[in-house]
């Protein structure tokens, strides 16, 4: 049922074009295969985490998922590349330079573990 949908899409997508698709755990290898053969492997881009959850399920039966999975692939690999967004002025402000990196500002991030751990 998916293969037709998917492959309609990739004959619309432009040559530089790609195809995000959001999927959970239950399911995300079967989409894998499925977009290896419409796409092809040599056009996954990436296989992103999109974190959906901040705080742990306690009615969660096993494990409390905070996260799905994002399967990126282009319609040809090479001709694709990212279109970030630009930073805004407000963004930009909480990066400094203060030791003159030649990289360029930079910020601190929190470097605290959440739970104790013996080893550091």
Same mark, same amino acid.
């Given at each position: *049922? *998916? ?13 530089d @074009? ?9 399911? /995300? ?5 499925? *977009? ?5 492997? @040599?056009?996954?881009i ?6 959906? &959850? ?19 692939? /282009? ?7 990212? &279109?970030? *967004? ?5 963004? &930009?402000k909480?990066y400094?330079?203060?030791d003159?990196?030649?990289r @360029?500002?930079?910020?601190p ?12």
């Amino acid at each position: *049922m *998916m293969v037709p949908r998917l492959e309609l899409l990739r004959e619309l997508l432009a040559e530089d @074009g790609s195809i995000w698709v959001s999927i959970d755990d239950n399911e /995300g290898h079967y989409l894998k295969v499925i *977009m290896d053969e419409v796409f092809g492997r @040599g056009n996954f881009i990436s296989s992103i985490i999109w974190r959906k &959850n901040y705080a742990p399920k306690s009615s969660a039966k096993h494990f409390s998922e905070d996260h799905d999975y994002i399967l990126v692939y /282009g319609k040809h690999s090479e001709h694709w590349a990212p &279109n970030p *967004m630009p930073r805004t002025e407000k963004q &930009n402000k909480a990066y400094k330079n203060p030791d003159s990196d030649p990289r @360029g500002p930079w910020r601190p991030n929190n470097l605290a573990a959440r739970n104790f751990y013996s080893k550091g």
